[in-house]
């Protein structure tokens, strides 16, 4: 084909020059990538949007996700390069070697592209039939692309010096303990990934409080190198993934996925005004609906417990009695069992806690029927707006500093 090129060139009288044939075939093969490129970009590409259009199928979804279609084009019209440069260029001239390397290299660099959005849809369509969690595979997607990235920046390093890849790789042998160093976080990254992967640590949406690094708030994204957390103050932590191993952290995911959010604070009430309850307070106290039940089954009890062992009553330690922190504490379980925003199928408990320089800490222990933060501060806040408003109701009195 160049012979007759030649031949038509001399039959216009054109003299066949070795820098006019030169240009004239980088020119064929320059107009031949433009032809290529147009056809492949503007008709088959805009063809294949339409038909996705009208109707989706996996075949052209795939085709038009990632990229891949321009992708594999341009690798197309690497392919074209080369060949063409075989066919119109004498392997003699300089322009031969320079179209060589660099259409090498174009298909190498874009054949990667391709390769990446080959294994990015493919991971994707996994995550979406098996439903598994997208983190663990992300580690191990960009765990495949660097090794294919270092492989394929070694094949253009040893094009460009027309040396052996092997010959390459025996040089950064030497190297060895540089390359450790640059790549340390990624290889803890990615060891890192596969312990959290396998342990089902933490995942996209986690809820994690880690104060090491001023974390507190959802992951948005688990990467081989860092994890991204969205504060709730709407500011980014990025936090080193082996960090998440290697550090103790709170993960409060479980706690969203049982559906209630744990209560869990004290009321300090003041020793001195703890006391027996009086039958005048017991009256007054029976026509509290919540406590009435209490009241009846109680006094019974005591009534018959104090009979069967003759207790002289007249005498305040001998026998059972009533207090005004115990019927609290009874009153505060059925309130809180009545309470429409607590979750009645979670742990219910109001308990007495070793008392301290600031009084009894009477802590209120219970879970909210939703984990929304607004929602779980507002029935919190509520509940103890209750509990200090009726303490007097029972002669108890809250600790007070001064």
């Not at 029927?369 to 919190?380: H, K, L, P, R």
């Amino acid at each position: 084909m160049k012979k007759y090129l030649i031949e038509f060139l001399k039959d216009i009288g054109i003299e066949p020059t070795f820098i006019t044939v030169s240009f004239i075939f980088i020119g064929i093969i320059v107009l031949t990538a433009i032809v290529v490129h147009i056809i492949l970009h503007k008709i088959i590409l805009k063809s294949i949007k339409r038909v996705d259009r009208k109707r989706h199928n996996f075949i052209t979804q795939s085709l038009l996700e990632y990229n891949l279609f321009q992708r594999l084009a341009l690798v197309f019209q690497g392919l074209v390069v080369y060949w063409q440069t075989s066919i119109w260029v004498d392997k003699q001239s300089v322009f031969y070697e320079i179209f060589q390397i660099f259409s090498l290299i174009w298909i190498s660099i874009f054949g990667l592209l391709s390769f990446y959005s080959i294994v990015d849809k493919s991971f994707k369509t996994l995550h979406n039939k098996t439903k598994t969690p997208f983190f663990a595979m992300q580690s191990v997607i960009q765990s495949i692309k660097l090794i294919f990235g270092i492989i394929c920046f070694i094949y253009v390093i040893s094009i460009v010096m027309d040396k052996s890849p092997v010959a390459i790789l025996s040089g950064l042998g030497a190297m060895s303990a540089v390359l450790m160093l640059v790549f340390k976080d990624t290889i803890l990254g990615f060891s890192a990934g596969l312990q959290l992967s396998t342990n089902k640590m933490v995942q996209v949406g986690d809820w994690i409080e880690m104060p090491k690094y001023g974390a507190d708030g959802d992951i948005i994204d688990i990467g081989l190198n860092v994890v991204k957390v969205r504060n709730f103050d709407k500011t980014i932590t990025t936090i080193p993934t082996y960090a998440l191993v290697s550090d103790s952290f709170k993960n409060w995911q479980g706690m969203r996925e049982s559906g209630g959010r744990r209560i869990k604070r004290a009321v300090l009430i003041d020793i001195n005004s703890i006391s027996f309850l009086s039958d005048e307070d017991i009256k007054r106290l029976e026509k509290a609906n919540l406590l009435m039940p209490y009241l009846h089954t109680k006094q019974s009890e005591i009534k018959n417990y104090n009979e069967s062992h003759n207790f002289d009553l007249s005498v305040a330690m001998n026998g059972r009695r009533l207090t005004n922190i115990g019927t609290l504490r009874a009153y505060l379980v059925t309130y809180l069992k009545n309470h429409p925003n607590i979750n009645k199928d979670m742990t219910i408990m109001v308990r007495q806690l070793a008392p301290n320089e600031y009084g009894i800490p009477l802590e209120i222990y219970c879970f909210t029927a939703t984990t929304v933060w607004i929602d779980y501060e507002n029935i919190q806040s509520d509940i103890f707006d209750h509990i200090y408003s009726i303490l007097k109701e029972f002669g108890i009195k809250p600790y007070q500093y001064g």
